[in-house]
T-cell receptor, first 116, second 113 residues
Framework: NAGVTQTPKFRILKIGQSMTLQCAQD?????MYWYRQDPGMGLKLIYY???????DKGEVPNGYNVSRSTTEDFPLRLELAAPSQTSVYFC???????????????FGQGTRLTVV | AQTVTQSQPEMSVQEAETVTLSCTYD???????LFWYKQPPSRQMILVIR??????QNATENRFSVNFQKAAKSFSLKISDSQLGDTAMYFC??????????FGAGTILRVKS
């Protein structure tokens, strides 16, 4: 199994450009998350989804949009990129449901985004 | 809203010694899960240990154990017999059942030879 796959791994954007970070998981997980990690800092939740068609804001949603049309995919859209969005972006997924074994989150390798 | 606080930005420990990383959290719920994740320089996020709030017994995984104090909302990680490969950023994380997974700011742990 591939697990959680993020594309691209690296990207440089100019201010004002838009792009979509792709995230796909093949584990039939219900829960999916997008985080950003600034250098030397923790992970801040941008958006999350508990199932297809359901999304909700996290701590830092401004400047981002998401959709969840399928169980497998959870793309993150950046509109009008700004230097403050320079960060490493992580997608994660977990099965959800009751029970500790269902709560482990599996992470993608991250996307390093630079806005210049 | 749930918050997770890690008050130690950096820690260091000698190889083979024991170190404890601190974490506190805030919630009004009774059922939830707590985690410690490790992020080595490769950036990969690795689950170290997890604890279910309704279980009073502290979780252990080989050299890693937790001290879970539910009333105090405290969840510390103890690493015994520290190894050079334990050098990483460690994140405490919290999840209510059916809800989002929230991380603390992290603690950089350096194991010295």
């Amino acid at each position: 199994n591939a697990g959680v796959t993020q594309t691209p791994k690296f990207r440089i954007l100019k201010i004002g450009q838009s792009m979509t970070l792709q995230c796909a998981q093949d584990m039939n997980h219900n829960y999916m998350y997008w985080y950003r990690q600034d250098p030397g800092m923790g992970l801040k939740l941008i958006y999350y989804s508990v199932g297809a068609g359901i999304t909700d804001k996290g701590e830092v949603p401004n400047g981002y949009n998401v959709s969840r049309s399928t169980t497998e995919d959870f793309p993150l859209r950046l509109e009008l990129a700004a230097p403050s969005q320079t960060s490493v972006y992580f997608c994660a997924s977990s099965y959800g449901g009751q029970g500790a074994m269902n709560t482990e989150a599996f992470f993608g390798q991250g996307t390093r985004l630079t806005v210049v | 809203a749930q918050t997770v606080t890690q008050s130690q930005p950096e820690m260091s420990v000698q190889e083979a010694e024991t170190v404890t990383l601190s974490c506190t959290y805030d919630t009004s719920e009774n059922n939830y899960y707590l985690f410690w994740y490790k992020q080595p320089p490769s950036r990969q996020m690795i689950l170290v240990i997890r604890q279910e709030a309704y279980k009073q017994q502290n979780a252990t995984e080989n050299r890693f154990s937790v001290n879970f104090q539910k009333a105090a909302k405290s969840f510390s990680l103890k690493i015994s017999d520290s190894q050079l490969g334990d050098t990483a950023m460690y994140f405490c994380a919290f999840m209510e059942y059916g809800n989002k997974l929230v991380f603390g700011a992290g603690t950089i742990l350096r194991v010295k030879s």
